[in-house]
């Protein structure tokens, strides 16, 4: 009876897989703050794809680390970059699809999202044109969706425009519209190797106490032709999921961040709380306060437990 009146549900098709690729590596990497979260060298693409296809998990979204970093953190937008060839490789080697996460972080010996001014400052203009050319030559690496995560002003203007005057008009925007300057990334940015050098990120990440700019940011992205906004991170944030949803008839994504998956894990190791029921409940809530898609790296394990294997 409590199938029949159920009303929020999970399926596989809802989730995206983070996946992680560095150019340094000649086996999967585990990263200590990411449980179970291996990063991949840039190899072995079809026996990966079907473990990832075999849970029911169709989407992923995809992060590099590079060899070299860089000033102007050249390698996020070369052709022949890290992201890049991850991305053939799956499109080559699968039928997933897949997302291909654009931002500097990774890429810059400084840790910072875009081009910094003397000042420490990050130069948004010239950021944004960077950013054009990381999209172009990710839509030539064959992603099917360009996810920009930088949070610069004006961002999803400059891809779309990027994108549409090299062809790629069909090649959709996932913007990271209302994206945190949280604590809760920080096991990411031990996997992604993208921790800032100096000072922060609040210059252009979103202050946790603000729910009006939230809405704001997400309306000026949608103006300037995403075609799917989000809302990063899911659990802390479920209010701004939940009026998103209400305000805006476009798809909405959440990301259940680094650090809400490695607070559950840590809880689970010791003893203090099922790890398979809170990963559920937490996902069901993110679902519940409206998102239609969710990046979790509890993908495949949730998949996997929704078919009931």
């Not at 805006?248 to 490695?262: D, I, K, M, R």
């Amino acid at each position: 009876m409590r199938d029949l009146v159920r009303e929020t549900r999970l399926d596989p098709s809802n989730f995206i897989l983070p996946m992680f690729f560095d150019e340094n590596l000649e086996k999967d990497r585990m990263t200590a703050s990411m449980p179970d979260i291996p990063t991949h060298p840039l190899s072995g693409y079809e026996d990966m794809a079907n473990k990832i296809e075999e849970s029911g998990v169709s989407s992923v979204i995809v992060f590099g680390v590079p060899k070299e970093k860089d000033a102007c953190g050249s390698q996020a937008y070369a052709q022949n970059g890290v992201v890049q060839k991850a991305v053939r490789g799956l499109k080559e080697n699968s039928g997933l699809l897949v997302i291909a996460d654009l931002c500097m972080c990774e890429y810059t010996d400084h840790g910072h999202c875009g081009i910094l001014r003397e000042d420490g400052y990050v130069d948004n203009d010239r950021t944004i044109e960077l950013y054009g050319e990381i999209a172009v030559s990710q839509a030539e690496a064959g992603a099917d969706i360009i996810a920009p995560s930088g949070m610069m002003d004006g961002q999803i203007a400059a891809i779309r425009a990027a994108l549409d005057d090299a062809g790629f008009v069909n090649v959709p925007i996932m913007a990271y519209s209302a994206k945190y300057q949280s604590a809760y990334y920080g096991p990411f940015r031990d996997i992604a190797c993208s921790a800032p050098g100096k000072g922060n990120r609040a210059q252009y990440q979103m202050d946790p106490a603000n729910r009006r700019e939230a809405l704001r940011e997400i309306e000026s992205d949608i103006q300037e032709g995403a075609d799917i906004i989000m809302v990063k991170p899911a659990g802390p944030y479920l209010d701004i999921i939940r009026e998103a949803a209400d305000r805006y008839p476009v798809p909405l994504c959440a990301y259940q961040v680094s650090g809400e998956y490695a607070m559950i894990k840590a809880a689970a190791a010791n003893g203090w709380i099922d790890e398979d029921r809170i990963m559920m409940e937490s996902l069901l809530g993110i679902k519940r306060a409206g998102a239609d898609m969710m990046i979790t790296y509890y993908a495949e394990k949730a998949a996997r437990m929704l078919r009931g294997e």
